[in-house]
């Protein structure tokens, strides 16, 4: 009886584990391509194919929602935008995380876009709650993208610049009209990663390897 209960018990929370992640998954997608305004519970319980009431077994309120899929759609995306260092120079590997971000197809594709980008401006005036998140995300960002050098403050600041240069590109990029303008402000927000390294060398690596 008892290995009964304990197998039912696992199914039900294998099964609201994976009714989380849909919702999860549904408001990131609305996140990214409509803003918080686009996430309501009722749009986003639609797209996940559950009820309306099913999502208050899951969380609280709007805000909690959003706060929990902006970091959904963060850590999933993380790992497309930020590889793991292979060993190549600290210049080289900036040089090559804007390139990977700072693209039209990118830009084009809010569905699966980064979420730092996509809802930058309005975290400045979203809740307590979910501007928590936000940073929280970011430092864990900035942290990925340093490695290894994630306590050496010289290289944490490059990373700061770095994500300044690829979420500010981005944004501006998605915000004008003029394709062939958009077109020139990634080139030249990738042209400008390439030389954020350069300006002082870092401890354990000569000018020779920037």
């Known amino acids: 009886m008892m290995v009964i209960m304990r197998e039912a018990a696992t199914k039900r929370a294998d099964s609201k584990r994976e009714s ?4 999860l998954d549904a408001a990131a997608r609305r996140l ?4 918080l305004g686009g996430a309501g519970i009722a ?6 194919g559950l009820t309306h009431g099913a999502f208050y077994s899951h969380f609280s309120t709007k805000d909690e929602l959003a706060s929990a899929a902006f970091g959904h759609a963060i850590r ?14 600290w210049r080289a590997r900036l040089t090559s995380l804007a390139k990977r971000y700072l693209t039209p197809a990118h830009r084009d594709e809010l569905a699966s876009s980064c979420a730092f980008a996509a809802l930058g401006s309005e975290a400045a005036r979203g809740s307590a709650e979910f501007r928590s998140s936000y940073e929280r995300e970011l ?3 900035l942290a990925a993208i340093c490695g290894d050098d994630a306590a ?8 700061i610049a770095l994500m300044a240069l690829c979420v500010g590109g981005m944004t501006l990029s998605r915000a004008v009209a003029d394709p062939q303008f958009s077109a020139r402000i990634l080139r030249s927000a990738q042209a400008a990663a390439a030389k954020v390294a350069e300006d002082q060398p870092h401890r354990g690596e000569p000018h020779g390897r920037r």
């Open 20 to 23: 989380q992640d849909r919702i």
């Open 32 to 35: 990214r391509e409509e803003g």
């Open 76 to 89: 999933t995306g993380r790992p497309h935008w930020i590889k793991p260092s292979r060993g190549e120079s």
């Open 152 to 159: 050496d403050d010289e290289r944490f600041d490059d990373a």
């Open 139 to 141: 430092r864990a960002s």
């Open 43 to 48: 749009a986003v319980m639609r797209d996940a």
